[in-house]
């Protein structure tokens, strides 16, 4: 091969792709790759699928190889469709897919992977691998059964509701609370976040932190969304969403697909069911649980009572015959000491009232003696000046007029 390794011996960027697609040409023709890679990123034109494909570091985001993939138009209809028939995924970002190939280089385009074939089921192999890691990981850490240790209220109707406010299964979840045959009444806050693709995790993860900080306003917390395939359900097999889910301060139930496969969220969580209105009856079931228990016991308790007072109806009316008889008994042995008190408080109040006779009557001749009356009779007199009594005569001015009252009539005079 001719060295263009100066300046005056240079060569063109056509010529050095051309000379690179040879060689590759030469090395690669006809074979075929089996490959293992994770797609970063899927655009769809013109019937084709162009794939951007990475491959990262073990247990890190950081890239060890990239390189693009193309599926023609010819292939693609097929490969796309066996995938989501096995998978129950489209292609996209975030799976790893095995996948069958050539090297392809491209003057302009530069290197690339045609893909021919696409094996499914070792991306189900993945799912089920990296979802194996992340509960190990959990049940390390010893939160994996933390949730379900918490005690579930008895009844919970302050509802924490993490969904997509416009989703259909939150909409069904709703009605089916609201029109209860029973005629509970709960009380539903939304949390909107995304419920699925990817920034489902890391919405959700921040409204359970949210709801953290105000757990005492709330009895449980729902996550709800529709129905989906497979790969909806990624994201709820995330280990910082399971994370969150397990250590959430409030018992969590989960409702987030119509299929038969359970999430790590689901596992995680204090109670899973498949729907969101298989969560909506879950809790009107509780509610009506307590209830019946409630009347249960009401009924229990009144029933005992019967049985109590029936089996000890003659142990009673026994008990009621000793306490009259020893009251009766009672009420002769005091008699005697009752009479007797009777007679000396007679005795006694006789006795106070001529006591209090005479010195009553020593009283009233006290009181006649002092009588002015009495007092002028035996020849006493009381004279006035200008309407006052008299008791110094220095007080009695020359010309006053006086008045004198005696026991049979008055005298008046002059002061000379």
Excluded at 309 to 319: F, G, L, V, Y
Aim: hydrophobic share 40%; charged share 25%.
């Amino acid at each position: 091969m001719e060295l263009f390794n100066s300046k005056q011996n240079f060569i063109y960027l056509s010529d050095l792709a051309a000379t690179v697609g040879a060689v590759l040409d030469d090395a690669f023709a006809g074979r075929k790759f089996w490959v293992v890679a994770e797609i970063a990123g899927v655009h769809e034109s013109k019937g084709h699928c162009y794939l951007s494909l990475i491959e990262k570091e073990e247990g890190s985001v950081d890239l060890v190889a990239e390189m693009r993939g193309v599926i023609w138009r010819n292939y693609y209809g097929f490969i796309a469709e066996k995938f989501r028939n096995v998978t129950g995924e489209n292609l996209k970002a975030g799976i790893k897919i095995l996948f069958c190939a050539t090297v392809r280089f491209h003057i302009r385009y530069g290197l690339s992977l045609t893909v021919e074939d696409i094996e499914p089921g070792y991306t189900i192999g993945q799912m089920l691998l990296d979802r194996m890691r992340v509960i190990e990981r959990l049940k390390q850490e010893g939160v994996y059964d933390k949730n379900k240790s918490l005690e579930f209220p008895l009844v919970p109707q302050r509802l924490a509701i993490i969904s997509a406010e416009n989703s259909r299964g939150y909409e069904d979840f709703i009605n089916k609370l609201e029109n209860n045959p029973y005629g509970y009444r709960f009380i539903p806050t939304l949390y909107p976040s995304a419920v699925q693709g990817e920034k489902a995790a890391e919405e959700i993860c921040a409204q359970l932190k949210t709801i953290g900080k105000c757990k005492r306003q709330y009895d449980v917390v729902i996550i709800v969304r529709g129905g989906g395939g497979i790969s909806d359900l990624n994201c709820y097999n995330n280990y910082l969403l399971a994370k969150a889910v397990a250590t959430c301060p409030l018992p969590v139930i989960t409702g987030i697909g119509h299929t038969v496969n359970i999430s790590i969220v689901d596992e995680v969580a204090h109670a899973c069911r498949i729907t969101p209105t298989d969560v909506a009856d879950f809790l009107i079931e509780t509610v009506s649980d307590f209830e019946t228990s409630v009347d249960s016991l009401f009924t229990g308790i009144a029933s005992i009572s019967q049985n109590i007072t029936s089996d000890n109806r003659h142990e009673i009316e026994a008990a009621l015959q000793n306490l009259v008889h020893y009251s009766t008994v009672f009420l002769k042995e005091k008699r005697y000491e009752m009479n007797s008190f009777v007679e000396r408080f007679s005795f006694s109040l006789t006795h106070l009232h001529q006591a209090l006779g005479l010195g009553l009557n020593e009283q009233e001749r006290k009181i006649a003696i002092l009588d002015p009356k009495e007092v002028l009779a035996r020849g006493y007199s009381i004279t006035r000046s200008n309407g006052k009594i008299l008791k110094n005569p220095e007080d009695a001015l020359t010309d006053d007029l006086l008045e004198s009252h005696l026991s049979r009539g008055k005298i008046s005079s002059k002061v000379v």
